[in-house]
């Protein structure tokens, strides 16, 4: 999962700092999230998957299908 977010973040053309900002967390927490040194909470995973316009189950890897 945490592969997927990242490759997400760079399909953007986005820094780390403003997918942070976009979803009212730090750059250190979030950077602690790309990298698995961090559990995604449930209200960050609805977050990204409004950003992104995709489905939960995306982010999860439970389908290929945004």
């Not at 979030?30 to 961090?38: D, F, K, V």
Request: aromatic share 10%; proline share 0%; net charge positive.
């Amino acid at each position: 999962m945490f592969e997927r977010v990242k490759a997400l973040r760079k399909e953007n053309n986005l820094s780390q700092n403003e997918i942070a900002k976009a979803l009212n967390i730090s750059r250190s927490a979030y950077g602690n999230y790309e990298r698995g040194a961090r559990n995604f909470s449930l209200e960050v995973l609805w977050r990204l998957a409004d950003h992104y316009d995709i489905s939960l189950d995306y982010l999860l890897n439970r389908t290929d299908c945004k």
